[in-house]
């Protein structure tokens, strides 16, 4: 019996058996190919076009429609295991299209995406590639962007605790832009503005029971030039006042620097189905 006994000791207990496991099937998934992980979860997503690697660690190449010419990147991710404590799937995350080059970690949860200390710059070509304007040639600088997306289901979408939960927070961070010449075409004619070194303040804004983006235009002495608010419909406010419209040589008007003299309202990435 004392043999039986000793022999019992020495077996592998049930919960090192489970630990085994468990540690078995978290490498089975990081070797996942990610390629199959996004055909099988995400067979009809049009702006992916080739995935390399596994879960762990990976690249993709992506595609958006935004314009007559595509905007065209790569996207490389190394995974953050423990973001799984928190509940969410993490990254840290390099994004490259032409000379634009940004870094930093993403965070996915079930109702909500989260952006962290991202950091580069966005080059002029990327621009142009959105907006069909004509840019000097100076990249806008990204200083570490931190900000949160919640999204609201559809079960509460008319609830009030929906609509103040719903949107941006946790948004903190600046751009930066040495400025120039820029031309934007409006009724056939294109209409310049020589664009002064500015820097964006990035923060959180509830207005109107809704979680807002707000982007403050300052210039170098931090005086205000505008405002930009993005809202959880992705609807972008720009709000433009009387000291930035003085730098375009055909504009006539008149009225205290600070004042609001351009109000624009008009949907952001139509198209995309950016949520």
């Known amino acids: 019996m004392p043999q039986v006994s000793e022999l019992s000791h020495k077996r592998p207990r049930k919960l090192w058996w489970l630990i085994g496991f468990v540690l078995f099937a978290l490498f089975a998934l990081l070797q996942m190919p990610a390629a199959w992980l996004l055909e099988k979860y995400a067979p009809n997503t049009p702006y992916v076009q ?7 660690q990976g690249s993709a190449i992506w595609q958006l429609p935004v314009s007559s010419t595509p905007l065209t990147g790569m996207a490389e991710w190394t995974w953050q ?4 404590l928190t509940g969410k799937l993490g990254a840290d995350v390099n994004i490259n299209s032409e000379q634009t080059r940004l870094e930093g970690q993403v965070k996915l949860g079930f109702s909500s995406w989260q952006v962290d200390n991202m950091s580069g710059k966005i080059a002029p070509e990327t621009l142009a590639s959105v907006v069909d304007w004509q840019l000097p040639n100076t990249p806008i600088q990204v200083n570490a962007v931190s ?5 609201g289901d559809n079960e509460a979408a008319n609830s009030d605790s929906a609509k103040t939960t719903a949107g941006f927070s946790d948004v903190e ?7 120039g010449e820029v031309g934007y075409p409006s009724g056939g004619k ?3 503005i020589t664009m002064p070194a500015l820097h964006a303040e990035l923060s959180a804004e509830q207005k109107n029971n809704k979680n807002l983006l707000h982007i403050n235009l300052l210039n170098n002495q931090d005086k205000r030039l505008g405002d930009l608010y993005l809202d959880g419909d992705n609807v972008l406010d720009v ?3 009387q000291r930035l419209l003085e730098n375009m040589p055909e504009y006539k008007g008149q009225a205290p620097q600070d004042t609001p003299v351009v109000s624009v309202r008009q949907p952001l990435l139509t198209g995309l189905g950016v949520n």
């Not at 900000?147 to 999204?151: G, I």
């Open 50 to 56: 080739h995935v390399s690697g596994n879960v762990w």
């Open 81 to 84: 295991p423990w973001q799984l």
């Open 147 to 151: 900000l949160k997306r919640q999204a």
């Open 173 to 179: 961070g600046q751009l930066t832009w040495v400025g």
């Open 239 to 241: 709000s433009l006042t």
């Open 190 to 192: 294109v209409f310049y």
